[in-house]
């Protein structure tokens, strides 16, 4: 959904990244059986490392050649959709549905006309996602509701809000066998919240030019668009140390098939994402590697 | 008991450096200091236990008498122990991993001196509000600047030491000759050759 959680590649061996891409290949595919053929458009990196956090055994997942919409002349390898597959695809449609539907009711008709193109686009494939999930659904709305409500209030406490993003993906973990849920639920409240607040500081200047409310502006009380040094160093630390107890997390629960990738993400990719956006590097470098990865074979 | 090889992650057949590694490697990963006033601290600890316990078995079946085992677990109380008997139930209830009582607690409380500041930071740490958390921890550290408890907790927010398996200058620490400098070495050489002069 925002593509923030991704390993760096050059520190993954060639078989670990063949792994991490039949993965996201699977995904997708995944997203097109339980959706619509439309629906594979939210394809996301977040998912991708979702999905390999959920696949617990340390047995390879099946694999099988795919012909690609994108790159149709060439083929690829995707896996097999396994249950943690279908799960992860359900809760990206339901996701993905909701935050536009938010950005619907939160803008203006004609800046909202992109998002409401595309929530009809994926309205069939949420019915689908929405009627195998009522339970996480119901989560979805909760927070959101509480979201709004803070985002109204003006709350200058950047953690209110991020917790809020982060029950929600806390709770992805509520299907995961007993022994397993309280770590991953760390863990992903960990990476929730990281990803609301590294959104909200890659966001500044753009909602800075809209005259948009920001989180990350209002807790350090930015008024030019952009983080002094005081605000960078404070929000790099404290988003390191969500990697950090994010990888503490990890570390209790039994290594899977995919362990090498979900370090590299853990230990190296949050960090360098996180340094990169605050840096201001983040977007200049993320399209350009977005069809590198895309393109190559 | 699982097996303690598996434990460990090494094969029956690995020579006892190779196990000594292995050992030490995961004591760092699950060492309580990287899970201080972590709500996932007991599950760290059983980790320990399960690690120390395999350890111990392979060293005494190699006649090695594992002594490598410095078991130090548990004890991360927060032993303040200031007087007042409302701390101590919120201390209580901290451990107890009660957070949302130790919040309520605390935030009925009229009297906020450092204490009552580090106490509410270690409330929002364990829920996961770091950056409130270290609000709290510096506003305890700005009151009472001498209590090394309120530092430390200010301070796990600059560690750079944590476990990471990627940074390997730290995992090949601990042997006994690594903080000789090249400027040690040379001054030793020196030493030893005016000794040979001497003889």
Not at chain 1, 36 to 65: E, G, H, K
Not at chain 2, 170 to 175: E, K, L, P, V, Y
Request: net charge neutral.
């Amino acid at each position: 959904m925002f593509g923030y959680i991704r390993p760096l590649r050059d520190e993954l061996k060639v078989r670990e990244y063949e792994h991490y891409k039949a993965c996201y290949c699977g995904l997708c595919r995944a997203l097109k059986e339980q959706g619509t053929p439309f629906s594979s458009f939210i394809l996301s990196y977040d998912f991708t490392f979702l999905a390999m956090l959920l696949y617990d055994t340390q047995d390879a997942p099946s694999v099988r050649p795919v012909r690609c919409g994108a790159n149709p002349l060439k083929r690829r390898r995707a896996c097999l959709t396994f249950p943690a597959l279908a799960l992860c695809a359900d809760y990206s449609i339901i996701l993905t549905w909701w935050k536009l539907r938010d950005t619907v009711t939160d803008e203006g008709f004609f800046r909202s006309l992109r998002d409401r193109f595309l929530s009809i686009l994926l309205k069939r494939a949420y019915n689908k996602a929405a009627a195998r999930r009522p339970a996480y659904v119901g989560h979805v709305k909760s927070a959101l509701k509480a979201l709004s409500r803070l985002e109204q209030e003006e709350s200058p406490s950047l953690d209110a809000c991020a917790d809020q993003f982060a029950r929600l993906t806390a709770a992805l973990a509520e299907d995961a066998p007993e022994h397993r849920r309280r770590p991953l639920e760390q863990l992903l409240y960990h990476v929730g919240r990281f990803i609301y607040i590294i959104d909200a500081a890659d966001d500044l200047a753009e909602d800075h030019k809209a005259r948009r409310r920001n989180v990350v502006a209002a807790r350090y009380g930015l008024t030019g668009g952009a983080l002094t040094d005081a605000a960078r160093d404070a929000l790099e630390s404290t988003l390191l140390h969500s990697c950090r107890l994010a990888a503490a997390a990890y570390e209790l629960l039994d290594p899977g098939h995919f362990a090498p990738v979900l370090q590299n993400i853990l230990y190296l990719g949050m960090p360098h994402t996180c340094r990169a956006v605050l840096s201001g590097t983040w977007r200049s470098g993320k399209n350009r590697k977005n069809k590198e990865f895309e393109q190559d074979e | 008991m699982n097996d303690p090889y598996s434990v460990l992650g090494v094969s029956p057949t690995a020579s006892d450096e190779e196990i000594k590694k292995a050992y030490r490697e995961l004591v760092r990963k699950y060492h309580p200091d990287n899970y201080l006033d972590n709500p996932l601290s007991d599950l760290a600890q059983e980790k320990m236990k399960q690690i120390n316990e395999a350890y111990d078995i392979i060293m005494r079946q190699r006649g090695g008498g594992g002594n490598g085992s410095s078991q130090s677990s548990g004890a991360y109380s927060g032993s303040g122990s200031s007087g007042a008997s409302e701390y101590a139930r919120v201390r209580a209830a901290i451990n107890a991993g009660n957070i949302p009582l130790a919040e309520e607690l605390l935030r009925m409380m009229t009297n906020r001196n450092a204490e009552w500041h580090f106490l509410m930071g270690s409330v929002m740490y364990r829920k996961g509000w770091l950056d409130e958390a270290l609000t709290y921890f510096q506003t305890a550290a700005r009151m009472e600047p001498a209590n090394m408890e309120y530092q430390q907790a200010v301070n796990r927010f600059r560690q750079q030491h944590a476990y990471n398996p990627y940074n390997q200058s730290a995992a090949t620490s601990g042997c006994c000759c690594d903080n000789l400098s090249t400027c040690d070495i040379c001054s030793l050489l020196i030493c030893a050759d005016c000794l040979c002069d001497c003889i």
